[in-house]
């Protein structure tokens, strides 16, 4: 989040929630009251899919807003986790509206940050409409400047780029085997 955002919301009154891992922020149909923005911890956006798996849609760390756009819903269109524990501040939801209509400069920082988190969420679409695995994930790792992925991280990054944790096991170990110099040798002298 921008300093200049910061700086507008200390203007609002605001509350701190504690979450413990596992812990909803609200669930989908629940009516939207705040707005939330993590300062320590983290906090996942999921939509759970027909077939039982969840599709993250947004993975908020400190200085995230979480599910910004319900700043203009009636109810949630998805449920909000932490994933693990995590402190958030709450504004609520009627007085960042009043703020943005009483101030210009907050009205475009938050319309600057709607734009980033649009571009975010086409590059997590255009992610998600690549066909395989090894793309999702050589696409997923240039949006995050990285390398290889540890793997404690795995099962958040396959729900993230929408595939069974399975599947992206399999393609991080054909990744670590065509890498691993140690096995390519011991292949040619396993061969003479």
Not at 119 to 126: G, I, P, S, T, V
Request: net charge positive; charged share 25%; glycine share 6%.
């Amino acid at each position: 989040m921008s300093p200049s955002m910061e700086d507008h919301l200390r203007a609002i009154p605001s509350q701190l929630i504690a979450l413990g891992p596992g812990q909803y922020l609200f669930q989908r149909d629940d009516p939207i009251t705040a707005i939330h923005v993590v300062q320590q911890g983290a906090v996942d956006l999921i939509r759970h899919q027909e077939d039982g798996s969840l599709l993250v849609l947004q993975k908020a760390g400190p200085g995230a807003i979480v599910a910004e756009a319900s700043l203009y819903s009636e109810h949630y269109h998805c449920d909000a986790l932490a994933a693990q524990a995590a402190r958030l501040t709450s504004y609520a939801k009627s007085d960042i509206r009043l703020h943005l209509r009483k101030s210009p400069d907050f009205a475009e920082a938050w319309a600057r940050h709607l734009a980033r988190e649009l571009q975010r969420a086409r590059l997590h679409a255009e992610i998600l409409s690549i066909r395989t695995v090894a793309k999702r994930l050589d696409a997923w790792m240039g949006w995050h400047d990285g390398p290889m992925p540890s793997r404690g991280d795995w099962k958040a990054i396959a729900s993230e780029i929408g595939v069974s944790p399975e599947a992206l096991y399999r393609e991080m170990a054909r990744r670590r085997r065509s890498v691993s110099p140690s096995s390519t040798q011991d292949k040619r002298s396993v061969g003479s």
